[in-house]
């Protein structure tokens, strides 16, 4: 089955400074890439996704690229804010399956 | 739309006692997924259901149950609890559209404590 690695675990940054985190899976038929946000004691949110199509895609002060051969997919947040302080999860799945497999996440706090 | 519900939202069991969580959705969804999230492992499938009456195991099953016997609702069982089942449960939805790549819609989780 599929094994999504997520790194770091833990991130801190300065308020206006960039974070960055970085996932490798390992199946190659893998073609979706989402990224969820986890705000504390609430579920997960979608904040953007990458079809295996495109290489970059971006939103706002988010954006996430995706290195097909290389197996791996970064999300880029841009001017941080305190309120991007969260969870971060990468995930990856199949289409067919509907099923997604998540990192471990990586909690980013951003010191105002 | 109340997206998706979870219930209970806390509990706490004794070794051995027996429990059903309950996950709602009113967005017409036919896929429905239970995760268990624990520090340092991300969220886990547990099992899933690609609609009305099936159901399908995830990655970490053992020890859990579930049914769908209503479109939107999709139970999670715990036949005989253990200190390993300590975890938050999450809930989680997504539509059908056939060739397309559906995002999950979480519930808020419940916090489950086996003493």
């Known amino acids: 089955g599929e094994n999504v690695e997520q790194h770091p675990s833990t991130l801190s940054v300065q308020e206006g400074d960039s974070a960055v985190i970085k996932c490798t899976y390992s199946?190659?038929?893998?073609?979706?890439f989402p990224w969820y946000k986890q705000e504390l004691g609430k579920g997960p949110q979608l904040i953007i996704d990458?079809?295996?199509?495109?290489g970059e895609k971006k939103d706002q002060r988010i954006a996430v690229t995706l290195n097909k051969t290389a197996k791996h997919f970064s999300l880029h947040i841009t001017e941080t804010q305190p309120e991007d302080s969260a969870v971060y999860f990468c995930a990856a799945s199949n289409w067919g399956y509907q099923k997604v497999t998540f990192g471990i996440g990586t909690k980013l706090q951003v010191i105002p | 739309n109340a997206g998706v519900t979870q219930t209970p939202k806390f509990r706490v069991l004794k070794t051995g006692q027996s429990m059903t969580l309950l996950c709602a959705q009113d967005m017409n969804h036919e896929y429905m997924y239970w995760y268990r999230q624990d520090p340092g492992m991300g969220l886990r499938l547990i099992h899933y259901s690609v609609g009305e009456g099936t159901t399908a195991k995830g990655e970490v099953p053992d020890g859990y149950n579930v049914s769908r016997l209503k479109k939107q609702n999709f139970l999670l069982g715990l036949e005989s609890a253990a200190p390993s089942q300590t975890s938050v449960y999450f809930c989680?939805?997504?539509?059908?559209?056939?060739?397309?790549?559906?995002?999950?819609?979480f519930g808020p989780g419940t916090r489950l404590t086996v003493l």
């Open positions: 199946d190659s038929a893998s073609n979706y």
């Open positions: 990458i079809r295996s199509n495109v």
């Open positions: 989680a939805s997504s539509y059908s559209t056939g060739r397309a790549y559906n995002e999950q819609f």
